[in-house]
């Protein structure tokens, strides 16, 4: 029997677990924003919110609303920084709220001073009942960023 094109013997767990991954994956592969936002839903409201004052980065302490506002989210991302060796580890599954968090690691560079650092960074995503990620949360080394970003890091 499937549902929804999936087998109903697959989880709920294991469904989000996937959505996740694939995102991940996606990020991690320096995937082009389209298919970033093929993460995201089409038929209600995301938000995607970087933890950190606005004054460290253009990216940070403000809700990109909506898959326009995501979308910007994932240019200004692109525009600052670029990044090395990304990897993610220790997906937890919560079915009940349909969240999945996630420790990632990277070695990151400010495009415009140049200057990199390595760094550990988690992710809390919230899904629909599509697997689709309607909130994205990340929480990063703001400090390290801010420094980078004025060629202070060293």
């Known amino acids: 029997m499937l549902l929804h094109g999936k087998s109903a013997m697959t989880s709920t767990r294991t469904r ?8 991940c ?4 592969a320096q ?36 898959r326009s506002g995501v979308q910007e989210y ?4 692109g525009k600052y920084l670029t990044f090395t060796n ?7 599954v919560d079915e009940e709220t349909r969240k999945v968090s996630v420790k990632g690691k990277a070695e990151f ?7 990199s650092w390595k760094e550990t960074f988690a992710y809390v ?5 599509e697997e689709k990620v309607t909130d994205y949360q990340v929480w990063a080394d ?11 890091l060293s």
Not at 16 to 23: E, G, I, P
Not at 74 to 77: A, M, N, S, Y
Not at 86 to 92: G, I, K, L, T
Not at 142 to 152: D, H, I, Q, W, Y
């Open 25 to 28: 994956a996606d990020f991690a």
């Open 31 to 66: 995937s082009d924003v389209d298919t970033l936002l093929s993460h995201f839903p089409t038929t209600h409201q995301c938000t995607a919110f970087e933890h950190g004052l606005p004054v460290l980065a253009p990216f940070l302490g403000r809700s990109f609303v909506g």
């Open 109 to 115: 560079t400010w495009v415009s001073t140049g200057e």
């Open 74 to 77: 994932f240019e200004l991302i």
């Open 142 to 152: 703001t400090g390290a960023a801010f420094l980078a970003s004025r060629g202070e």
């Open 125 to 129: 995503l919230d899904f629909d009942d």
């Open 16 to 23: 989000l677990f996937n959505a996740a991954k694939a995102l």
């Open 86 to 92: 990304m990897n993610f580890s220790e997906y937890v």
